[in-house]
């Protein structure tokens, strides 16, 4: 059972920054989509950034210009670089991991924008 460990969220002024890591317990050999999630209060969880196979990267386009998604795939790790950050950010940041079987999740971190 792969498990997915997040770190990196806090509260941050806006324009601030944060790094979000997330860490595989296990090196996962098909990976069809690997990226971060974000829920809201009162809102529903959306993709903020993934790696897809294939090589395709998305971003939400309320996060372009100011996010960026990276990994190590030798950590086993995925990182997003938030840059400029916004109250409208605040949320619960989730790992995800999309395999040819099971979808893992994190346990979420959260990020919270506020001056």
């Known amino acids: 059972q792969v498990q997915l460990v997040e770190s990196g969220g806090g509260l941050v002024q806006p324009g601030g920054f944060l790094r979000l890591s997330c860490a595989a317990s296990?090196?996962?050999?098909?990976?069809?989509?690997m990226g971060w999630y974000r829920q809201a209060p009162g809102k529903e969880r959306e993709l903020v950034a993934e790696?897809?196979?294939?090589?395709?990267?998305n971003y939400a386009d309320s996060v372009k210009g100011r996010f960026t998604i990276s990994r190590d795939n030798a950590k086993n790790t995925v990182y997003l670089q938030m840059n400029s950050l916004k109250p409208e950010d605040t949320a619960v940041y989730y790992c995800?991991?999309?395999?040819?079987?099971?979808?893992?999740w994190g346990q979420g971190t959260q990020v919270t924008v506020s001056s």
């Open positions: 296990q090196t996962i050999f098909i990976i069809n989509a």
């Open positions: 790696f897809k196979r294939g090589g395709t990267t």
């Open positions: 995800r991991v999309e395999t040819m079987g099971p979808v893992y």
